[in-house]
């Protein structure tokens, strides 16, 4: 369910001292006021109980020690920006949080619309980015949701994550084209599954494109198509991580003084990439890659 040890390791601060007269790390049910939820393996692993609200973890440091961890806050967040219709009733494009928590079974979703300002910037359910006031996030489906460690989350969300996605909103308004010219067209196959197939591919491709000409500069994709150049991806899977094959050459070729890129700039918001804008940013260099090698 949870990786118990790093649980165990992440708070070591919050550990206190068992003084009871047991040894055994999984025979504490009784002075714990709770059932054996994960048994220890041996002396260095750690033991679970469940309590109820809490699971009360026991292991050894400085002697035998106990870790309380509240199960309303071992929540999840992840974060979204939607652009496509997903089949909800909200307004295209719209941030979107979704919150899960294992250990309570409590699970909740908001969804914030976003619109421009008269000075054409971002606003999220109203809010301009960043603004010291959150929009309402109420969050009712959450038995945690008034929780202060939920709330700060959430306030560093909004501080820091979301606007982070600001090239994505403005991608998205913007409408852009795809970076590069596309290859020439071949004729589909016959079969109408693999063709609708075919046509879906090419679909999300190109609007991954329009994404991702507003997230790169002009000397940042031919840094990209050179890395790209002789490098073969045999399968799909292997086209993600395309941001390793870079920062590689970044050290050793330094392209980056060549072509005037900030090398850590660009390698960040590679690494925050999806598999789908990887690939779409693979088909889209693929043809500059073949004007260069025919040059």
Known sequence: MYDWDALWHEHAGYRTGYTGEKNDLNELAEELSGSLLHPAKDESGVAVYDSGD???LVGHGDGLQILEVPKHALFDIT???????????????YVEILVDNLATGDEAAWRGVVTQGDDGAPLVAGCPLRSATLPEMPFTELSFSQGERFRVALGQLWQEDIPQLKPLMEAWFKGEKALVMESASHPLPDDPRTREMLERYAEIVHREQAVLSRLFSDNELHLVAEVLRDI?????????GVW???????IHDELDRKLEV????LLERMKALSFAQEVALIEALSPLREQQDQG
């Not at 073969?232 to 993600?240: G, I, L, Y």
């Not at 390793?244 to 970044?250: C, G, I, Q, T």
């Not at 900030?262 to 700039?265: I, N, V």
């Open 54 to 56: 809490n699971y009360v």
């Open 244 to 250: 390793l094959a870079v920062e590689a050459r970044l």
């Open 79 to 93: 974060l979204r920006f939607v652009g496509e219709d997903e089949g909800t009733d909200t307004p295209l494009p």
């Open 232 to 240: 073969h991806f045999e399968t799909a899977a292997s086209c993600r």
């Open 262 to 265: 900030d090398a850590q700039s």
